[in-house]
């Protein structure tokens, strides 16, 4: 996670052992298809790239493919050369797995997509199914078609599960969890998952930086809860962003961000402590 320049401003991390560089901020995508004027999105994007960051997230199922469309439409008139493009595939099987990727690449108007990663490993059996019923198949057929570069996992609920993918025999490239100060004290995923993956020079992406805005409930501010995962051992944030404004007040937050030391870090967990032992500020863990 070493922060060895800036772009316009931004820190800017290696993706693991990819060799691309990121800047530390990247869009979500699932937030970029809630408001109702689709423009408002591609503003947002295409803001973003203008203003030096180079990470897209999406994934096949946000808002049945209206992010997707979205994304698609913001990248045209150069900017797709611009950005590292993300996506995620719901694909369990070979099947689906195929229709899926076609489909959003289609949507997002590619020929390649950077990175394409599992997404929401949240339930038992998913691992299995995936190296068992042709999908990590088709992944590699595609990484070879050069249709997608890069590929890894996302989740969100059990990190056992996640640990289960790890337990795999296949070179992962990336891997996407909740990087928060709740997650801190319940299924940590910072605990259990990323040490293991530091270790391996996977891509690490930290997600829910704001746990969906339940961590304002426990008194940390925006600026707080992204500082503390910008300090952990991630290479990138997706963050979630519905306007120009939330925009702009991340932009400045990763402009002026400094790493928390240690004791900071500690600091800001023992303030949250009483809000987050139970993981009920955590819906995606609980439901």
């Not at 408002?40 to 096949?60: H, K, Q, S």
């Not at 490993?121 to 190296?131: K, L, M, N």
């Not at 004791?263 to 949250?272: F, I, N, T, W, Y």
Request: aromatic share 8%; proline share 3%.
């Amino acid at each position: 996670m070493e922060t060895v320049e800036r772009i316009n401003g931004i820190p800017a991390r290696v993706l693991g052992k990819t060799g691309v560089r990121l800047t530390v901020l990247g869009i979500g995508g699932y937030h970029i298809g809630k408001p109702s004027d689709s423009q408002v999105g591609v503003g947002i994007i295409r803001t973003a790239i203008d203003e030096g960051v180079n990470f897209l997230d999406n994934a096949w199922c946000y808002h049945d493919g209206r992010s997707e469309q979205i994304m698609g439409r913001a990248l045209k008139n150069g900017y797709r050369e611009k950005v590292f493009l993300m996506t995620k595939n719901h694909g369990r099987d070979g099947v689906a797995f195929r229709e899926q990727l076609d489909e959003s690449l289609r949507r997002l108007r590619t020929d390649q997509i950077d990175l394409l990663q599992f997404h929401e490993i949240i339930h038992e059996g998913e691992p299995d199914r995936i190296f068992s019923e042709g999908a990590i198949e088709e992944a590699v057929k595609a990484r070879e078609a050069d249709k997608i570069r890069f590929i890894g996992f996302t989740g969100h609920r059990w990190p056992r599960l996640l640990g289960q993918m790890l337990d795999k025999d296949f070179p992962w490239d990336t891997i996407q969890f909740p990087t928060n100060l709740l997650d801190g004290h319940y299924r940590s995923f910072a605990n259990e998952i990323l040490p293991q993956v530091a270790e391996r020079g996977m891509g690490i992406i930290g997600m829910k930086s704001l746990a969906g805005g339940q961590i304002l409930k426990a008194g940390v501010s925006p600026q707080e809860a992204i500082n503390y995962a910008l300090s952990l051992s991630i290479d990138t944030l997706v963050s979630g962003i519905d306007s120009l404004k939330v925009l702009g007040q991340n932009l400045t937050i990763v402009r002026n961000w400094k790493p928390l030391s240690e004791e900071g870090q500690k600091h800001l967990l023992e303030r949250v402590a009483s809000f987050a032992r139970d993981g009920h500020l955590e819906d995606y863990k609980r439901t």
